[in-house]
């Protein structure tokens, strides 16, 4: 019997990491579709959105064809034999009243719609109708540039100056300094290629670039439900077709 349990927690954690390994290719295949429609281009060469989005995919062993497939839903356009894919947005609120946002994709809906509910409804929250939550949040670019400590200050007034950026924070230890900045959607692209070329001539390095959904008012959660929301969304983010978990938690 001995054998036999430890058999099952192999299962069951190799099905934990099985899981994370999916949600994680998805988020991932997903930061490829959308830098090919923001940066208007299939050509990593040429659209340097999508080679970071690349680069991020093969560090994580997503397969060349995978890649591939992602470029061209990017297009708008699909491969021979590939299954119906879906995109859908679902709405939740989670214990102690924070709203929750599930981006998905998935070749079965109902499927992926019946694991949410499930993990919703068994860990202190309830689903949502359609637009009762998604106005809390609006749709915005992020990207995330690491460089040298003490250049950070220029590195901030270079950027001052590009039109788009909405918003800078700025963290820094004794060597290194990361910059994050909101961006308006509608002038991402533009902004991107100027964040770039003021990033290559501080030797900064963008990190992260991609959409998200920014919350207009933050709610700050007792220390209990602030664990029981903790643990909600990590289960939710095991759920493979799940791309993207946004909240409005402080």
């Given at each position: 019997?001995?054998?036999h349990?430890?058999?099952?927690?192999l299962?069951?954690?190799?099905?934990?990491?099985?899981?994370?390994?999916g949600?994680?290719?998805s988020?991932?295949s997903k930061?490829?579709?959308?830098?090919?429609?923001?940066?208007?281009?299939?050509?990593?060469?040429?659209?340097?959105?999508?080679r970071?989005?690349?680069?991020?995919?093969?560090?994580?062993?997503?397969?060349?064809?995978?890649i591939?497939r992602?470029?061209?839903?990017?297009?708008?356009?699909?491969?021979?034999?590939?299954?119906?894919?879906?995109e859908?947005?679902?709405?939740?609120?989670?214990p102690?009243?924070?709203?929750?946002?599930?981006?998905?994709?998935?070749?079965?809906s109902?499927?992926?719609?019946t694991?949410?509910?499930?993990i919703?409804?068994k860990?202190?929250?309830?689903?949502?109708?359609?637009?009762?939550?998604?106005?809390q949040?609006?749709e915005?670019?992020?990207?995330?540039?690491?460089?040298d400590s003490?250049?950070?200050?220029?590195l901030?007034?270079?950027?001052?100056?590009?039109?788009?950026?909405?918003?800078?924070?700025?963290?820094?230890?004794?060597d290194?300094?990361?910059?994050?900045?909101?961006?308006?959607k509608?002038l991402?692209?533009d902004?991107?290629s100027?964040?770039v070329?003021?990033?290559?001539?501080?030797?900064?390095?963008?990190?992260?670039?991609k959409?998200?959904?920014?919350?207009?008012?933050?709610?700050?959660?007792?220390?209990e439900?602030?664990s029981?929301?903790?643990?909600?969304?990590e289960?939710?983010?095991e759920?493979?077709?799940?791309t993207?978990?946004?909240?409005?938690?402080?």
């Amino acid at each position: 019997m001995a054998g036999h349990s430890k058999w099952a927690k192999l299962k069951h954690t190799k099905g934990l990491v099985d899981a994370k390994k999916g949600a994680l290719l998805s988020k991932i295949s997903k930061d490829i579709i959308t830098s090919v429609k923001v940066g208007g281009s299939s050509d990593p060469n040429f659209n340097p959105m999508l080679r970071l989005a690349i680069s991020k995919a093969k560090e994580a062993n997503m397969t060349n064809d995978r890649i591939e497939r992602a470029v061209k839903r990017g297009l708008g356009g699909t491969s021979s034999g590939d299954d119906v894919i879906s995109e859908n947005t679902y709405e939740a609120y989670g214990p102690g009243g924070f709203s929750i946002l599930i981006d998905t994709e998935s070749d079965n809906s109902n499927r992926t719609l019946t694991d949410i509910k499930t993990i919703i409804n068994k860990n202190g929250g309830k689903m949502a109708n359609e637009g009762s939550i998604s106005w809390q949040f609006s749709e915005v670019g992020f990207i995330n540039i690491e460089g040298d400590s003490t250049k950070i200050q220029t590195l901030e007034e270079n950027l001052l100056d590009i039109q788009g950026i909405e918003d800078i924070e700025s963290e820094q230890t004794e060597d290194t300094a990361s910059v994050v900045l909101i961006i308006d959607k509608n002038l991402f692209r533009d902004a991107y290629s100027k964040i770039v070329e003021v990033a290559s001539n501080m030797n900064a390095k963008i990190m992260e670039a991609k959409l998200i959904m920014q919350t207009k008012n933050l709610l700050e959660l007792r220390e209990e439900d602030l664990s029981r929301a903790e643990s909600l969304i990590e289960k939710i983010e095991e759920v493979s077709e799940v791309t993207n978990v946004w909240t409005n938690i402080q």
